[in-house]
């Protein structure tokens, strides 16, 4: 036997989790229920204009590029070797849609907002992916996707 198991283990920090942990649970049971009342969760309005914004479809082809096509501009590509980040995000839109039964007739639009935030809304399904939070280069896929052809967005541009 260590010493360790002749002496008891201390209550007066057993008893402050036993406390911490069963007021948690009060508090959510009690707002939950209606007993008590939510503080009040408020949502920044968006003061952000739309800088950019594009309805975009993509379309795979037998080689494994991937063709984007906007209304009004000529078709991009997105050669093989390259935009997994563009891929990846689209293969998670495409999922959810396919799991509510949908279809690809709806486009995607890539908004490019006044503040630098760049967003995806898959039309179909409302869902909306703030994409500044995977960072500035995999941003800058995106805004490229809708910047005039020719005009490819640079890394300076606001994040």
Do not use: H
């Not at 057993?14 to 007021?23: D, H, M, R, T, Y």
């Not at 007993?35 to 494994?64: H, I, N």
């Not at 630098?116 to 399904?125: S, W, Y």
């Amino acid at each position: 036997m260590s010493a360790l198991d002749d002496k008891p283990f201390p209550k007066a920090p057993l008893i402050a989790a036993f406390l911490l942990v069963g007021s948690s649970l009060l508090v959510v049971g009690g707002t939950r229920l209606g007993l008590m009342s939510a503080p009040a969760m408020t949502r920044e309005a968006r003061v952000a204009e739309v800088a950019r914004t594009g309805d975009l479809r993509f379309y795979d082809l037998p080689d494994g590029a991937v063709r984007v096509v906007a209304e009004g501009e000529a078709d991009r590509m997105i050669p093989v070797a390259s935009g997994g980040f563009v891929r990846g995000v689209l293969r998670s839109l495409v999922r959810d849609r396919r799991a509510r039964g949908m279809g690809s007739e709806q486009p995607f639009r890539v908004t490019q907002w006044s503040d630098g935030t760049v967003t995806i809304q898959d039309m179909a399904t409302g869902r909306v992916l703030n994409l500044n939070a995977f960072g500035p280069t995999n941003r800058l896929d995106f805004v490229n996707l809708i910047a005039p052809v020719g005009q490819a967005a640079n890394a300076g541009t606001a994040a």
